[in-house]
């Protein structure tokens, strides 16, 4: 069961007040900086004023955000877009200008330096002043609530921002998905090229020159079926490893636990399997959550150098976790390879999400979030852990 919110008592809220009242007036000067530096940026002398006045309107517009945190007892978060690491100011500028974010904090200053200021410095007042003490005690409450929801309604997205924002990363999402299983497919078609299509015709060459020795030499005609059973061999062997790169037997035999258990036996890191799952998810996410794992602890074999490494399986809020962790070096960058990249895009295309966390010296600590249904757990012949 939850814990029940705990709101902050009158003297918090009239605290509250008070600091709102004081940062009234640097939310007025970087208003006005923000508004005149932004008229100034086509002869580049605004730009500097921008670099400063931006981040600090956001820490101000920040400290709002967890003062009406409290008060309402929700969250207020601050989903400004990223800037990329290594941007040059004027990057930087243009991802200010298209975070819509970014102009809802210059309308919440303006709000904030009228109708917010006279809100607060009501509160203060009630306080300060002996003979209001009565109307103090009953309507410090509903004035800083009020002021909290202004805070809320300008510093935080509303509904049809959310939805376009939805729409967009489905829409990046979609078009990442797409690229990626065109790549996938010029890969099978690649592997089925140069392997087993390469075998069949030698195969298909040498059957052909065996059929046309047996009446003249037999023994050579022998030997070249033997080659040809061997090519066969050869080819099956190329198939079976397409079919694995596609979708794993062991995974549609023994389910998520059981492949992570397989990849871990051939780990050279000794690897922990914690599987805390009570069915199993649709094949797709199965499929997509087993390659991520893999990927990971490919990587953890490649450049963690550890001699310990963990993973965990679980399910809670309709969610399936998964925790890819090791004592290595640490320093994973999720943006700087291709594997993680495409980690992140097998999830997205099901609304998963990666997090990483991996300070110098470590641990790494890669988590796996995918929203799912959990089917009723199937018992089969190889349902066991490997």
């Avoid at 400063?52 to 709002?64: D, F, K, L, M, T």
């Avoid at 002996?130 to 409450?141: D, Q, R, S, V, Y």
């Avoid at 997090?355 to 199937?378: F, Q």
Wanted: net charge positive; charged share 20%; with cysteine.
């Amino acid at each position: 069961m939850d814990e029940p919110t705990k709101f902050p008592g009158r003297l918090r809220m009239t605290a509250y007040a008070a600091a709102q009242v004081l940062l009234a007036i640097p939310v007025l000067v970087l208003f006005v900086l923000t508004v005149v530096a932004s008229v100034l940026v086509v002869v580049w002398i605004g730009i500097g004023v921008l670099l400063v006045s931006v981040p600090a309107s956001r820490w101000i517009a920040n400290r709002h955000r967890a003062m009406a945190s409290r008060v309402l007892g929700v969250p207020v978060p601050a989903a400004y877009r990223v800037v990329p690491e290594g941007a040059n100011p004027v990057q930087r500028l243009t991802v200010w200008a298209r975070d819509p974010l970014t102009w809802r904090d210059l309308a919440w200053a303006l709000m904030t330096i009228t109708v917010g200021f006279t809100l607060s410095l009501l509160a203060v007042v009630l306080l300060v002043v002996i003979a209001t003490g009565a109307l103090w005690w009953f309507g410090i409450e509903p004035i800083m609530r009020a002021r909290s929801r202004l805070d809320q309604m300008f510093l935080s997205y509303g509904h049809t921002e959310k939805l376009e924002q939805r729409v967009q990363v489905l829409t990046e999402t979609r078009a990442e998905t797409i690229d990626h299983s065109a790549a996938e497919l010029r890969r099978i078609e690649r592997d089925l090229h140069d392997g087993a299509q390469a075998r069949l015709v030698a195969l298909g060459m040498s059957l052909g020159v065996a059929d046309d020795m047996f009446g003249t030499d037999p023994e050579g005609a022998r030997k070249m079926v033997v080659e040809a059973r061997s090519t066969t061999r050869a080819a099956l062997g190329e198939l079976r490893s397409v079919v694995r790169g596609i979708h794993p037997p062991v995974l549609a035999d023994r389910g998520l636990t059981g492949a992570v258990s397989a990849l871990a036996l051939d780990m050279a890191v000794p690897v922990v399997v914690e599987p805390r799952l009570a069915g199993r998810p649709p094949a797709p996410v199965e499929s997509a959550v087993y390659f991520a794992i893999a990927e990971c602890l490919a990587n953890i074999g490649k450049h963690a150098a550890a001699d310990r490494a963990w993973v965990d399986l679980s399910y809670a809020d309709g969610r399936l976790v998964a925790v890819v962790g090791d004592n290595g070096k640490g320093g994973a960058n999720p943006s700087a390879g291709t594997g993680m990249r495409g980690v992140m895009r097998r999830l997205s295309a099901f609304d998963g999400t990666m997090m990483v966390s991996s300070p110098d010296r470590g641990p790494t600590i890669i988590t796996l979030e995918v929203p799912c249904a959990l089917s009723s757990p199937k018992t089969t012949p190889s349902s066991g852990t490997a």
